[in-house]
């Protein structure tokens, strides 16, 4: 894997935008020439990236709030690899563009792309996207330190140290290293022989007592339109995230994800670098290809030596039948006013104890809320402070029936109009919920502390934990014009 070029970008707002750190790497570009050909496609000046890359993370031009190129219906962003549509007489796509921001910080690299440009490769196979952001990752770090936001002094100095930091761990564009928080430039040169070597993503050793955490999340978005002539999506993402507090340079640890009998195989899995050894099989399944019944399906062993921070160990997609919650939603212009009804229905499968749920409705291009009529038969409504949002507070249980309703009608009064949005005019509108439902995963998979092995000195003590999180949930008016997406959500 190699980058064809690194940008680092001051971005606050309030001050001038800046690249304060590029460079590119013309041995590679010559290999990207050679193997693209008449699809070859050039990097342009600093100054010309900076501008397609804030337009395309949205950073610039806030009087324009739809860009046709990043935000049509038709275009699908990959992310976190993304497009930058180059112009001009030798312009075309430059992809894959890897982008992590932090605080003021921007990051960006280019990689080359070790296939045929036409047809694209999965994102998926290319082995230096996630090189690609474990060597952001690293630089992020190194420029951050210990803080989200660092000092101007001390990003100056790290920024100063960059070429030679670089040319330890990724000479000729060819990662090789990440260099580590609080480093300085002595520490950038190579180490005596005889003396053991830290991994890249170790920053000292732990002292003290032993302590493993492993922390298993999964997300589910869902877009629901309440039609049948238009198909309702669902996706579930899940990370798996730890903290070793265990004695030793390279202390062993190995954590093992299960899934139930008849559960769905885990797809598009991606691992931290500090993974030592993974069954092939486990990388080759992807949400994007037909779902094979022979596929693997645990259970997943992953051997590592941790590092000391926190970090993500591994994540994946999985395809679940239904989503949690099921709703449907409807508006109705009646005497200068809104017949709002909603219903929501929690599936039999989700433990019906929630630590917080809640549904929002917003009104856009409107004038305030002025008199609100609305009945709910379970928790309670409320009504923000800028008249422009229904919060219904559902608590943390849904009724015996796992069904509950609102209704009744809102009219618009108020003296100063609500909010704008381009896509919700008319009778376009959506409920966005809103939920966190501790010890429960829509897939099923768990981590069971007595398979967590850990080969160290003092046995730790091992702490696992899973949850399931809402994370873009729409329920779109049925009545209305909604957006309606072709395939898959996950991308």
Request: one cysteine or more; hydrophobic letters at 35%; proline letters at 8%.
């Amino acid at each position: 894997m190699s980058v064809r070029a690194l940008w680092i970008i001051s971005y606050e707002r309030g001050e001038s935008v800046v690249v304060r750190f590029s460079r590119r790497y013309p041995t590679v570009e010559q290999r990207v020439k050679c193997m693209a050909g008449s699809l070859y496609v050039s990097v342009p000046e600093d100054g010309t990236v900076l501008q397609l890359l804030l337009t395309e993370l949205g950073l610039s031009d806030s009087d324009k709030p739809y860009v046709a190129l990043r935000d049509d219906c038709l275009h699908q962003q990959r992310s976190p690899a993304l497009e930058l549509h180059v112009e001009g007489p030798s312009g075309g796509v430059l992809w894959p563009v890897l982008v992590i921001s932090q605080g003021p910080l921007i990051l960006a690299c280019l990689a080359m792309v070790d296939a045929p440009a036409d047809p694209r490769p999965p994102l998926a196979s290319l082995f230096s996207v996630s090189q690609g952001l474990s060597l952001l990752a690293g630089l992020q770090a190194f420029l951050c330190g210990s803080g989200s936001k660092p000092d101007r002094e001390g990003l100056a100095s790290r920024l100063a140290m960059m070429p030679s930091i670089l040319l330890q761990i990724c000479p000729l564009g060819t990662p090789l290293d990440i260099p580590q928080p609080g480093a300085s430039s002595a520490s950038a040169m190579p180490t005596p022989a005889g003396t053991q070597k830290q991994p890249a993503w170790k920053t000292g050793v732990h002292r003290g007592r032993a302590v493993v955490n492993v922390a298993l999340t999964e997300m589910v978005r869902s877009m629901q339109y309440g039609n049948r002539n238009r198909q309702d999506l669902w996706d579930v993402y899940g990370t798996v995230t730890c903290k070793c507090e265990v004695e030793g340079v390279l202390p062993n640890v190995t954590v093992t994800l299960t899934l139930p009998p008849n559960g769905s195989p885990l797809m598009d899995v991606l691992v931290h670098p500090c993974v030592s050894s993974l069954d092939a099989s486990v990388l080759t399944a992807m949400s994007v290809e037909d779902c094979d019944s022979s596929a693997f399906s645990g259970p997943y062993k992953f051997p590592f030596s941790p590092p000391l921070e926190p970090f993500r160990l591994c994540s994946y997609t999985s395809q679940v039948p239904v989503p949690p919650i099921l709703g449907t939603y409807q508006l109705k212009n009646d005497d200068n006013q809104l017949r709002i009804t909603v219903s929501l229905k929690l599936h039999e499968s989700v433990r019906n104890s929630f630590e917080y749920c809640e549904a929002h409705l917003p009104f856009f291009n409107r004038d305030q809320m002025g008199s609100v009529d609305v009945k709910v038969s379970s928790g309670q409504l409320e009504v923000s402070k800028e008249k422009n949002l229904l919060v219904w507070v559902l608590g943390q249980k849904f009724p015996k029936s796992r069904e509950v309703s609102l209704e009744g009608s809102v009219s618009f009064s108020g003296e100063f109009p609500g909010p704008t949005d381009p896509l919700c005019t008319d009778l376009t509108a959506y409920i966005k919920l809103y939920f966190r439902v501790p010890d429960l995963t829509l897939s099923g998979c768990c981590v069971d502390q007595h398979s967590v092995q850990v080969y160290s000195s003092a046995k730790p003590r091992i702490v696992t934990s899973r949850e399931l999180l809402s994370s873009e949930y729409f329920i779109w008016n049925s009545t209305g014009t909604a957006p309606v997406s072709s395939g898959h959500m996950m991308l």
